[in-house]
Nanobody
Framework: QVQLVESGGGLVQPGGSLRLSCASSESAVSLAVMGWFRQAPGKPRELVATITDDGNTNYADSVKGRFTISRDDAKNTVYLQMNSLKPEDTAVYYC????????????WGQGTQVTVSS
Protein backbone atom coordinates (compact mmCIF):
# COMPACT_ATOMS: atom_id res chain seq x y z
CA GLN A 1 0.00 0.00 0.00
CA VAL A 2 1.47 3.32 -1.09
CA GLN A 3 0.94 6.23 1.29
CA LEU A 4 1.04 9.77 -0.06
CA VAL A 5 1.41 12.80 2.20
CA GLU A 6 0.81 16.29 0.83
CA SER A 7 2.10 19.55 2.25
CA GLY A 8 2.42 23.19 1.24
CA GLY A 9 -1.17 24.33 1.05
CA GLY A 10 -2.42 27.52 2.62
CA LEU A 11 -3.90 30.96 2.05
CA VAL A 12 -2.44 33.17 -0.65
CA GLN A 13 -3.49 36.39 -2.34
CA PRO A 14 -4.45 36.47 -6.02
CA GLY A 15 -1.34 36.60 -8.16
CA GLY A 16 0.70 34.83 -5.52
CA SER A 17 2.52 31.51 -5.56
CA LEU A 18 2.55 28.26 -3.62
CA ARG A 19 4.46 25.01 -3.98
CA LEU A 20 2.80 21.76 -3.04
CA SER A 21 4.79 18.66 -2.18
CA CYS A 22 3.72 15.03 -2.05
CA ALA A 23 5.96 12.45 -0.44
CA SER A 24 5.50 8.75 -1.21
CA SER A 25 6.09 5.99 1.32
CA GLU A 26 7.54 3.83 -1.43
CA SER A 27 10.11 4.41 -4.09
CA ALA A 28 8.79 6.81 -6.71
CA VAL A 29 10.63 4.74 -9.30
CA SER A 30 7.84 2.16 -8.93
CA LEU A 31 5.14 4.76 -9.59
CA ALA A 32 4.44 5.03 -13.29
CA VAL A 33 2.39 8.21 -13.00
CA MET A 34 2.19 10.82 -10.28
CA GLY A 35 -0.07 13.79 -10.33
CA TRP A 36 -2.32 16.35 -8.72
CA PHE A 37 -6.09 16.64 -8.76
CA ARG A 38 -8.29 19.21 -7.07
CA GLN A 39 -11.85 19.48 -5.83
CA ALA A 40 -13.68 22.71 -5.14
CA PRO A 41 -16.86 22.77 -3.02
CA GLY A 42 -19.82 21.43 -4.95
CA LYS A 43 -17.70 20.38 -7.92
CA PRO A 44 -16.27 17.04 -9.03
CA ARG A 45 -12.62 16.21 -8.61
CA GLU A 46 -10.61 17.31 -11.64
CA LEU A 47 -7.16 16.65 -13.02
CA VAL A 48 -4.62 19.42 -12.57
CA ALA A 49 -1.37 17.89 -13.81
CA THR A 50 0.39 14.55 -14.18
CA ILE A 51 3.94 13.42 -14.79
CA THR A 52 5.10 9.98 -15.91
CA ASP A 53 8.17 8.11 -14.77
CA ASP A 54 9.98 9.21 -17.93
CA GLY A 55 9.10 12.87 -17.39
CA ASN A 56 6.16 13.39 -19.72
CA THR A 57 3.76 15.98 -18.35
CA ASN A 58 0.11 16.78 -18.89
CA TYR A 59 -1.81 19.83 -17.67
CA ALA A 60 -5.39 20.96 -17.47
CA ASP A 61 -6.01 23.86 -19.84
CA SER A 62 -6.97 26.07 -16.90
CA VAL A 63 -3.48 25.86 -15.37
CA LYS A 64 -1.22 25.70 -18.43
CA GLY A 65 1.48 28.35 -18.26
CA ARG A 66 0.92 28.94 -14.56
CA PHE A 67 1.52 25.58 -12.86
CA THR A 68 4.53 23.28 -13.19
CA ILE A 69 4.67 19.67 -12.06
CA SER A 70 7.96 17.95 -11.33
CA ARG A 71 9.20 14.85 -9.55
CA ASP A 72 12.34 13.95 -7.65
CA ASP A 73 12.55 10.19 -7.57
CA ALA A 74 15.56 10.30 -5.26
CA LYS A 75 13.30 11.95 -2.66
CA ASN A 76 10.16 9.98 -3.64
CA THR A 77 8.41 13.31 -4.04
CA VAL A 78 6.29 15.08 -6.62
CA TYR A 79 5.86 18.86 -6.62
CA LEU A 80 3.35 21.32 -7.99
CA GLN A 81 4.62 24.87 -8.39
CA MET A 82 1.63 27.18 -8.68
CA ASN A 83 2.16 30.75 -9.89
CA SER A 84 -0.24 33.57 -10.76
CA LEU A 85 -2.88 32.00 -8.57
CA LYS A 86 -6.51 32.94 -9.09
CA PRO A 87 -9.51 32.70 -6.76
CA GLU A 88 -10.87 29.91 -8.97
CA ASP A 89 -7.82 27.81 -8.06
CA THR A 90 -9.25 27.52 -4.55
CA ALA A 91 -9.79 23.83 -3.79
CA VAL A 92 -8.53 20.84 -1.89
CA TYR A 93 -5.56 19.49 -3.83
CA TYR A 94 -4.98 15.75 -3.85
CA CYS A 95 -1.83 13.88 -4.75
CA UNK A 96 -2.31 10.79 -6.90
CA UNK A 97 -0.05 7.94 -7.89
CA UNK A 98 -0.53 4.99 -10.22
CA UNK A 99 1.44 1.80 -10.13
CA UNK A 100 1.29 -1.25 -12.39
CA UNK A 101 1.57 -4.68 -10.79
CA UNK A 102 -0.17 -6.99 -13.29
CA UNK A 103 -2.97 -4.43 -13.11
CA UNK A 104 -3.18 -0.73 -12.34
CA UNK A 105 -3.39 0.45 -8.74
CA UNK A 106 -4.46 3.96 -7.85
CA UNK A 107 -3.44 5.77 -4.64
CA TRP A 108 -4.55 9.09 -3.10
CA GLY A 109 -3.24 11.44 -0.49
CA GLN A 110 -5.45 13.01 2.18
CA GLY A 111 -5.55 16.40 0.46
CA THR A 112 -4.29 19.88 1.26
CA GLN A 113 -6.37 23.05 1.16
CA VAL A 114 -5.37 25.90 -1.14
CA THR A 115 -7.28 29.14 -0.73
CA VAL A 116 -6.71 32.11 -3.03
CA SER A 117 -8.31 35.22 -1.60
CA SER A 118 -7.57 38.83 -0.83
Amino acid sequence: QVQLVESGGGLVQPGGSLRLSCASSESAVSLAVMGWFRQAPGKPRELVATITDDGNTNYADSVKGRFTISRDDAKNTVYLQMNSLKPEDTAVYYCNAKRYRRSWYNYWGQGTQVTVSS
